[in-house]
């Protein structure tokens, strides 16, 4: 690590869960994410939303599917996909865009 601090003025860690361990920085924690791919359904915008009632929700089309999301979980060590996460995902994005609109 010492070696990337010394050529380069800026050092983006991206070691997931063992960065703590990894660098020694019990300051460290992780921010839990979950997203939902779905079928694409013919929406063809990207759309985020980060504030409002709907904390943060996202709906990104691509070529072969469309991301739903997300959570914002500070400290949070689970991995597994959370069925209530996955509800209120949908909900949201709902939200962002309703039905007929």
């Not at 703590?20 to 915008?45: A, C, H, M, S, W």
């Amino acid at each position: 690590m010492g070696e990337a601090l010394e050529d380069h003025p800026v050092v983006i860690n991206c070691t997931g869960l063992g960065s703590r361990e990894l660098v020694n920085d019990q300051q460290l924690y992780p921010i839990r994410g979950q997203t939902i791919r779905i079928k694409p359904n013919g929406f063809n915008q990207i759309v985020f939303d980060d504030e409002g009632p709907n904390k943060v929700a996202i709906i990104v089309p691509r070529t072969h599917d469309t991301i739903l999301g997300t959570t914002w979980q500070k400290d949070d060590w689970n991995t597994a996909i959370d069925p209530e996460d996955t509800k209120d995902i949908l909900r949201r994005c709902a939200n962002l865009n309703p039905p007929g609109s």
